[in-house]
């Protein structure tokens, strides 16, 4: 027994509930035994009791309506009692209807087919009822979809026309008010094409309409939705399939101002009184019920597409969530959720009198009434703790979907235009306001509807006072005009700024600090979304993390679909990777393996879709795998925006193997076949763009050799065949995939390769003359060239490969990892490390602020300065040139030449 029902007043509330409730005090009395369990405060065995009606002898309507008189009587007296918190009578209530929707189907079936097995036809809750959260009288609003291929029928009848007789039986069964009352009223209204459609639907006709033409309240009904009764799992995979469009991960600010109409329209359209007193309506009055569930929706519309978390369909849970989230405050939560459950407990006293659905506060002396009921000293008393509780919710209700005052004054194209960009100090303001004028002239295809229009006009004021305030507001306005160019649909983007209009700073600074960023933009303006989210500037989780996100349910089973998923979420990463190097939110070397992360996760999740879909022709290999070896920076952990990938396929087994499928292929053919798959998984576009260029050239025998070769095969090459830039290329090599044990085996190869007895001095004769080929064949491309320059990145690398061969110390294929191994063996100075740090920051961040390594203007060289955690332009150039010049001493002291820089 509970602690609630330890101290529960049963006698009390069995008073109560006869002196002030007909409905109970005529259901106590029809079933005594009902009221000799409560009265000896054995709740629990009273709840028992009730749903044993579900099992006996009546006729199923009967059963049905006692069940349900019965329990909500027991649950009532519990709740006066204070035994039963008003969650538990929610969840019992929907329990009850869950019970009881499913019996009426199986009787339905049964009633025509009456030895088969019940199956096909589905009944979705909604609202309340999926919530857990129905009260007393509440109607059950369920969407009755069926399956013409699993319904059970008899054989002259078509599925169609069976499932309408099953579903007018079920409503029948549930909703006729016989002498022993009603089940549930039963609301079918929320089908699709409620007015024109038949009672039940069918699956595929279902998805269908939430595909293509369901409007934003059905979305927001879909919150809600829950495989409740008859053929469930049919039911949990409809709800699977349309998840993607009930949580879109693209925010639809579209969307988000329909909910704002609808939740308006619950005050303009109430007639009742605003402020609680008789007739004031408990559910749809001014800080009402619905007004506590639409504040949850709305964020949950806006932020669960990205945030699975916020997907509760109980509106407590949700509330906690969102405040999780950091979306709404602590208190808030904990206001609403407790004005929630209080709102809730007064609704079920107005209803539990007559056991009539109403929210609606009586007059006189049935006011009295019901306050008495619910333990209240009287009726004045119960209407100022309803006062109290809709001045909580309304409060923030008023926040969620009140205009902010502070807006800036709307902006027309005429002269008022000029006026405002000369007084926010734009040059030519006359030629600029022109030049504005004419983005809406109909050249510019992101703002060719009327909708997007009249969202770019909401936005402008505020637009243009964000531009005057970058440092140079004539480049950001071009930019901006540029990337208005480029876009080809823009409306939600709009949205988004006017909803959050703090996006405006990091949107300029995009725009104008970063072209690679704002080209990205321009082909995808909901990369932007995902800036709205608290975890917006939070580096990369762990590899398994990000495969976890990249291989989500909704994407899975189709090789396309998931193809399109990790370009998505890889695109969208990349993105506010770039964002948190524009905010300087993390040291560059954090960047570098944040990305690194990413490409290794997209990777495996790549070369995992690509097998499967090529084994589905050709088979599997038995005992053998493909495993990917990344080169270079991924290899070393350390990408750039602008990096490709290195790999190479190395398989497992012997040649002479076979595969088992359809079509079978021999070992090489199958895995270089295979290799094609994965590197076109990785490179090929789609509709979400590309992902990576792959690169491999590093494969034994180069461009002229075969993609994938066998490990023993790639062993033997290296040991016997390869140069020595070969050598030096594989102190980066990382396993990407494959089992842990036969990544250790590739690993124990390479490291057996790479501590072979060599010539120190055909070595150091080799890696220079490389370095001297190198220098003349690719030159710097630019003064910032932290890579090419000379005591840059590859000379610093061709000395400490050349240090791991020579030595066969510090075999880390991370560069830094290895540079403080060697600096703790004694082989090279700290110094190197502080150059490799800045020389590694510089090459990150330029790839995004400089892309082509000359010196940028003076606003990207203080963004790049920042992120390079130097103070200014000329910190940063001394500590370039102090870098370059520890990379030339090393040189010096370890080839015995003078490196020039």
Same mark, same amino acid.
């Given at each position: 027994?509970?602690?609630?029902?330890?101290s529960?007043?049963w006698?009390n509330?069995i008073?109560?509930?006869?002196?002030h409730?007909?409905?109970?005090?005529?259901?106590?009395?029809?079933?005594?035994e009902?009221?000799?369990?409560?009265a000896?405060g054995q709740g629990?065995e009273a709840?028992?009791w009730?749903q044993?009606f579900?099992?006996?002898?009546?006729?199923?309507?009967?059963?049905?309506?006692?069940?349900?008189?019965?329990l909500?009587?027991?649950?009532a007296?519990?709740?006066?009692?204070?035994?039963?918190?008003?969650?538990r009578?929610m969840q019992? %209530?929907s329990? +009850?209807?869950?019970?009881?929707?499913d019996?009426a189907i199986?009787?339905?079936?049964?009633?025509?087919?009456?030895?088969?097995?019940p199956?096909?036809?589905?009944g979705?809750?909604?609202?309340k009822?999926?919530?857990g959260e129905?009260?007393y009288?509440?109607?059950i609003d369920?969407?009755?979809l069926y399956?013409?291929?699993?319904?059970?029928?008899?054989e002259?009848d078509?599925?169609?026309?069976?499932a309408?007789?099953?579903?007018r039986?079920v409503?029948r069964?549930l909703?006729?008010?016989?002498?022993?009352?009603?089940?549930?009223?039963v609301?079918?209204?929320?089908?699709?094409?409620?007015?024109?459609?038949?009672?039940a639907?069918?699956v595929n006709?279902a998805?269908t309409?939430?595909e293509s033409s369901?409007l934003?309240?059905?979305?927001?009904a879909?919150?809600?939705?829950?495989?409740?009764s008859?053929?469930?799992a049919?039911?949990?995979e409809?709800?699977?399939?349309?998840?993607?469009?009930?949580?879109?991960?693209s925010?639809?600010f579209?969307?988000?101002?329909?909910i704002?109409?609808?939740?308006?329209?619950?005050r303009?359209?109430h007639?009742g009184p605003?402020?609680?007193?008789?007739g004031f309506?408990v559910?749809?009055?001014?800080?009402?019920i619905?007004?506590v569930?639409?504040?949850?929706q709305?964020?949950?519309?806006?932020?669960?597409g990205?945030d699975p978390?916020l997907?509760?369909?109980?509106?407590?849970k949700a509330?906690?969530?969102?405040a999780?989230a950091a979306?709404?405050?602590?208190d808030?939560?904990?206001a609403?959720g407790?004005a929630?459950?209080r709102l809730r407990?007064i !609704?079920h006293?107005?209803?539990m009198?007559?056991d009539?659905q109403?929210?609606?506060?009586?007059?006189g002396?049935a006011?009295?009434n019901?306050a008495?009921l619910?333990?209240?000293p009287g009726?004045?008393a119960?209407l100022?703790d309803l006062?109290?509780l809709?001045?909580t919710?309304?409060?923030?209700?008023?926040?969620?979907?009140?205009v902010d005052d502070?807006?800036?004054?709307p902006v027309?194209?005429?002269?008022?235009?000029t006026r405002?960009?000369?007084?926010?100090?734009?040059?030519?303001?006359?030629?600029?306001a022109?030049?504005?004028r004419?983005w809406?002239?109909?050249?510019i295809?992101?703002?060719k509807s009327p909708?997007?229009?009249s969202?770019?006009e909401?936005?402008l004021?505020?637009l243009l006072?964000a531009l005057? !305030?970058?440092?140079?507001p004539?480049?950001?306005l071009l930019?901006?005009?540029?990337?208005?160019t480029?876009?080809?649909s823009?409306i939600?983007?709009?949205?988004?700024? !006017?909803?959050r209009p703090?996006?405006?700073e990091?949107?300029?600074?995009?725009?104008t600090?970063?072209?690679?960023?704002?080209?990205?933009l321009?082909?995808?303006p909901?990369r932007l979304?995902?800036?709205?989210?608290?975890s917006?500037?939070?580096l990369?989780?762990s590899?398994s993390?990000l495969i976890?996100e990249?291989?989500?349910?909704?994407a899975?089973?189709?090789?396309?679909?998931? %193809?399109?998923?990790l370009?998505?979420v890889?695109g969208?990463?990349r993105?506010?990777?770039g964002?948190?190097?524009?905010?300087?939110?993390?040291?560059?070397l954090e960047?570098?393996a944040g990305?690194?992360r990413?490409?290794e996760a997209?990777l495996?999740?790549?070369?995992?879709?690509?097998?499967?879909?090529?084994?589905? *022709?050709?088979?599997?290999i038995?005992?053998?795998?493909?495993i990917?070896?990344?080169?270079?920076r991924l290899?070393g952990?350390?990408?750039t925006h602008?990096s490709d990938l290195d790999?190479v396929?190395v398989?497992?087994g012997t040649?002479?193997?076979?595969?088992?499928?359809?079509?079978?292929?021999?070992?090489?053919?199958?895995y270089?076949r295979?290799a094609?798959?994965?590197s076109?998984a990785l490179?090929?576009p789609t509709?979400?763009?590309?992902?990576?260029? *792959?690169?491999?050239r590093l494969?034994?025998q180069?461009?002229?050799?075969?993609?994938a070769v066998s490990?023993?095969?790639?062993?033997r090459y290296?040991?016997?065949d390869?140069?020595?830039w070969?050598?030096?290329a594989l102190t980066?090599?990382r396993a990407?995939t494959?089992?842990?044990?036969l990544?250790?085996?590739?690993r124990?190869?390479?490291?057996?390769?790479?501590?072979m007895?060599r010539?120190?001095e055909?070595?150091?004769?080799?890696?220079?003359?490389m370095?001297s080929?190198?220098a003349?064949?690719?030159?710097p491309k630019?003064?910032?060239?932290?890579?090419?320059?000379?005591?840059?990145?590859v000379d610093?690398?061709f000395l400490?490969h050349f240090?791991q061969?020579?030595?066969?110390?510090a075999?880390?294929p991370?560069l830094?990892?290895?540079?403080?191994?060697?600096?703790r063996v004694?082989?090279?100075g700290?110094e190197?490390?502080s150059?490799?740090?800045?020389l590694?920051?510089? %090459?990150?961040?330029s790839?995004?602020f400089?892309p082509d390594?000359a010196?940028?203007?003076?606003?990207i060289?203080?963004?790049? +300065?920042?992120? +390079?955690?130097?103070g200014?332009?000329?910190?940063?150039l001394?500590?370039?040139?102090d870098a370059?010049?520890s990379?030339?001493?090393?040189?010096?002291?370890i080839?015995?030449?003078v490196l020039?820089?």
């Amino acid at each position: 027994m509970t602690d609630a029902a330890r101290s529960a007043d049963w006698d009390n509330a069995i008073a109560r509930a006869r002196a002030h409730s007909p409905f109970l005090c005529g259901t106590l009395d029809k079933w005594p035994e009902l009221q000799e369990l409560l009265a000896e405060g054995q709740g629990e065995e009273a709840l028992a009791w009730a749903q044993s009606f579900a099992d006996g002898d009546e006729e199923v309507g009967a059963r049905l309506r006692h069940e349900r008189v019965t329990l909500a009587a027991a649950l009532a007296v519990g709740d006066l009692a204070g035994a039963f918190p008003v969650g538990r009578v929610m969840q019992e %209530l929907s329990d +009850c209807a869950d019970r009881s929707l499913d019996t009426a189907i199986n009787a339905a079936i049964r009633r025509r087919v009456p030895d088969a097995e019940p199956a096909g036809l589905i009944g979705i809750a909604l609202g309340k009822h999926g919530a857990g959260e129905l009260n007393y009288s509440s109607d059950i609003d369920p969407i009755l979809l069926y399956d013409p291929q699993s319904l059970p029928k008899r054989e002259r009848d078509e599925p169609a026309e069976a499932a309408q007789r099953y579903a007018r039986e079920v409503v029948r069964l549930l909703s006729d008010n016989t002498a022993e009352g009603f089940v549930f009223r039963v609301d079918l209204r929320l089908r699709p094409a409620s007015e024109i459609s038949p009672l039940a639907i069918s699956v595929n006709g279902a998805l269908t309409h939430y595909e293509s033409s369901a409007l934003t309240w059905e979305r927001a009904a879909f919150i809600r939705a829950r495989a409740a009764s008859g053929d469930i799992a049919a039911g949990q995979e409809f709800l699977d399939a349309i998840r993607p469009f009930v949580w879109r991960r693209s925010l639809d600010f579209g969307a988000i101002e329909e909910i704002g109409r609808l939740t308006g329209k619950i005050r303009t359209t109430h007639k009742g009184p605003s402020q609680p007193m008789p007739g004031f309506n408990v559910k749809q009055g001014r800080g009402g019920i619905r007004e506590v569930e639409f504040f949850a929706q709305t964020y949950q519309l806006i932020h669960g597409g990205r945030d699975p978390s916020l997907r509760s369909r109980n509106t407590r849970k949700a509330l906690d969530a969102l405040a999780a989230a950091a979306l709404i405050t602590r208190d808030d939560a904990a206001a609403m959720g407790a004005a929630y459950d209080r709102l809730r407990t007064i !609704e079920h006293r107005l209803q539990m009198v007559n056991d009539r659905q109403t929210h609606t506060l009586p007059e006189g002396e049935a006011l009295e009434n019901v306050a008495a009921l619910g333990g209240y000293p009287g009726a004045q008393a119960l209407l100022e703790d309803l006062q109290e509780l809709t001045g909580t919710v309304a409060d923030r209700f008023d926040r969620l979907i009140d205009v902010d005052d502070t807006s800036p004054t709307p902006v027309h194209l005429g002269d008022a235009l000029t006026r405002n960009l000369g007084q926010l100090g734009f040059e030519q303001p006359e030629a600029m306001a022109e030049r504005v004028r004419s983005w809406s002239d109909g050249h510019i295809r992101a703002l060719k509807s009327p909708a997007a229009l009249s969202a770019f006009e909401a936005i402008l004021p505020a637009l243009l006072e964000a531009l005057a !305030e970058a440092p140079d507001p004539h480049r950001a306005l071009l930019r901006w005009e540029a990337f208005l160019t480029k876009a080809s649909s823009a409306i939600n983007l709009f949205r988004l700024l !006017e909803a959050r209009p703090g996006l405006f700073e990091q949107l300029i600074n995009i725009l104008t600090l970063a072209d690679p960023l704002a080209e990205e933009l321009g082909r995808h303006p909901e990369r932007l979304d995902a800036l709205i989210d608290r975890s917006a500037l939070d580096l990369p989780g762990s590899v398994s993390d990000l495969i976890k996100e990249m291989a989500k349910v909704e994407a899975t089973g189709d090789y396309e679909r998931i %193809l399109d998923r990790l370009r998505f979420v890889t695109g969208e990463r990349r993105f506010a990777l770039g964002v948190q190097l524009i905010e300087a939110a993390h040291d560059p070397l954090e960047i570098a393996a944040g990305l690194s992360r990413l490409a290794e996760a997209g990777l495996s999740v790549a070369a995992e879709a690509a097998t499967r879909e090529f084994a589905k *022709v050709h088979g599997r290999i038995a005992d053998s795998e493909l495993i990917i070896l990344g080169l270079g920076r991924l290899g070393g952990g350390a990408l750039t925006h602008a990096s490709d990938l290195d790999i190479v396929y190395v398989f497992t087994g012997t040649y002479d193997q076979q595969s088992d499928g359809e079509r079978p292929l021999g070992a090489t053919m199958y895995y270089n076949r295979l290799a094609q798959r994965i590197s076109a998984a990785l490179s090929v576009p789609t509709a979400h763009g590309a992902l990576y260029e *792959v690169d491999t050239r590093l494969r034994p025998q180069g461009a002229q050799g075969p993609l994938a070769v066998s490990m023993d095969s790639f062993a033997r090459y290296q040991a016997e065949d390869a140069w020595t830039w070969e050598h030096m290329a594989l102190t980066r090599a990382r396993a990407m995939t494959g089992p842990p044990g036969l990544r250790q085996g590739l690993r124990d190869s390479v490291l057996k390769i790479l501590r072979m007895p060599r010539d120190a001095e055909k070595l150091r004769d080799d890696v220079l003359s490389m370095r001297s080929d190198m220098a003349q064949h690719k030159q710097p491309k630019g003064a910032l060239d932290a890579k090419l320059m000379r005591g840059g990145l590859v000379d610093l690398e061709f000395l400490v490969h050349f240090l791991q061969l020579r030595d066969g110390a510090a075999l880390n294929p991370n560069l830094r990892e290895a540079i403080d191994e060697l600096v703790r063996v004694g082989l090279v100075g700290p110094e190197l490390l502080s150059a490799h740090d800045l020389l590694t920051r510089l %090459l990150v961040a330029s790839r995004l602020f400089a892309p082509d390594l000359a010196e940028p203007s003076p606003a990207i060289m203080q963004a790049m +300065c920042k992120a +390079c955690m130097c103070g200014s332009r000329e910190e940063l150039l001394h500590s370039y040139d102090d870098a370059r010049q520890s990379v030339a001493h090393a040189w010096k002291n370890i080839f015995q030449t003078v490196l020039e820089i």
